[in-house]
Each structure stands twice: as C-alpha cells, then as structure tokens.
T-cell receptor, first 115, second 110 residues
Framework: DTEVTQTPKHLVMGMTNKKSLKCEQH?????MYWYKQKAKKPPELMFV???????INESVPSRFSPECPNSSLLNLHLHALQPEDSALYLC??????????????FGSGTRLTVV | GQSLEQPSEVTAVEGAIVQINCTYQ??????LSWYQQHDGGAPTFLSY????GLEETGRFSSFLSRSDSYGYLLLQELQMKDSASYFC???????????FGKGTRLSVIA
C-alpha cells in the first residue's frame, strides 16, 4: 500500500460545528504532516508528528487540534473555525523528518468550506 | 529560514521542452525536491537531488548546483497532461520538514 488516505474529501461546516479530518497510511512512515493550501498558493505547514509525537506546531490557532492515535493514523480536530480557514487540508507522510529522504507522499486532501 | 524563488507561470507548446528554474536561500539543506500538483489534486513527488548534477526519470529531469544555489526541472516531449503546478522544495538540515516554493503554473498549449 503506497497511499495516504484522507477522509472526508469534502466538508462544509458552520462556525459553531466540531468536525474531524482523518488521515491513514500503511507505508511504515514514522513522520506525518498536516498542510493547509489556499488556491494558487503552495502548501503551508501546520503540524509535524514524528514517531507519534508532536514535533512541530507552526503557531497554528488552537481551533485546530491535531492527534496521532498510532503510527498509521493522524487526525485534525476542528472547532469554531472561521470562513478564512476554508482551504484544502493535506496530510502527508515520509520515512523521516530529519534525514535525507526527499519524498513525501500526500493524500488527496479534504476540501473544507466554513460557512 | 529558507526561501525559494521560481517563476509564477510558464507556457509551452505540446511536444516542446520546458525548464522551470528554482533559486533558493538556505544555510544548509539535504537536497532539492520537485512536486507536481494538478488542479484539485494532491502534490505528487517527482524527483530529488541530493548531489549536484542531473537526475533523469523518463521525460522529466532535475538538476542541482549547490554552488549556485540553483536547480531546475526539465520536462521534455510536453503533453497536455503536464499542465499543472510545479513546486520546488527543500528540507533544511536538522529535524525540519519540507518548505515549498510558491509554485510555477505550467500551461501546455496545442
């Protein structure tokens, strides 16, 4: 299995809702990432998990809460989002965070719309 | 920190060759990567240069010159399906994740 699977593919939520994005990989990768991507912009790093521990939080607002239940799963819990949080949320995984391996495998993303 | 510069848009004709350049500023890094992203899709890993020189994978080649802080992605025999955004990316030394350039939108025309 060489894929990163993200669910749901599309999500519309109100500003008072609580929802979760899910990401799963079975490639044995020990680093997992959440990126946010706005239209015509590059992916912007949000969080990094290395060996199931949060290693990087890029000053993301607390309304985004990541969770890594095990080495294959990564969740992003959403609460009280703002319309400007509407974006494509990408999950990725890789073998290492700090070694020379170049390749990240990305999921197809969750297209989030906050209304 | 790191910064990467690449052209925002490139247009090329089907069957032609196109080169997408990437210049970077970083104090030290493992290598230069390239990703392709079609509209509405996920970024897909294309290539990785850890050492100076040219890496070839089918129609795509990537080049790195550390002394010039410069790399490029070369696409040959362009096809319409190559229309996409292309991102260069670096991972700085240490326990750091990938940082992406702003992306180059390639449009292949008939």
């Amino acid at each position: 299995d060489t894929e990163v699977t993200q669910t749901p593919k599309h999500l519309v939520m109100g500003m008072t809702n609580k929802k979760s994005l899910k990401c799963e990989q079975h490639m044995g990768h020990r680093a997992m990432y959440w990126y946010k991507q706005k239209a015509k912009k590059p992916p912007e790093l949000m969080f990094v998990y290395s060996y199931e521990k949060l290693s990087i939080n890029e000053s993301v607002p607390s309304r985004f809460s990541p969770e890594c239940p095990n080495s294959s799963l990564l969740n992003l819990h959403l609460h009280a989002l703002q319309p400007e949080d509407s974006a494509l949320y990408l999950c990725a995984s890789s073998h290492y965070t700090g070694q020379s391996s170049g390749g990240y495998t990305f999921g197809s993303g969750t297209r989030l719309t906050v209304v | 920190g790191q910064s990467l510069e690449q052209p925002s848009e490139v247009t090329a004709v089907e069957g032609a060759i196109v080169q997408i350049n990437c210049t970077y500023q970083t104090s030290g890094f493992y290598g230069l990567s390239w990703y392709q992203q079609h509209d509405g899709g996920a970024p897909t890993f294309l290539s990785y240069n850890a050492l100076d020189g040219l890496e070839e994978t089918g129609r795509f080649s990537s080049f790195l010159s550390r002394s010039d802080s410069y790399g490029y992605l070369l696409l040959q025999e362009l096809q319409m399906k190559d229309s996409a955004s292309y991102f260069c990316a670096v991972r700085a030394l240490g326990n750091t994740p990938l940082v992406f350039g702003k992306g180059t939108r390639l449009s292949v025309i008939a």
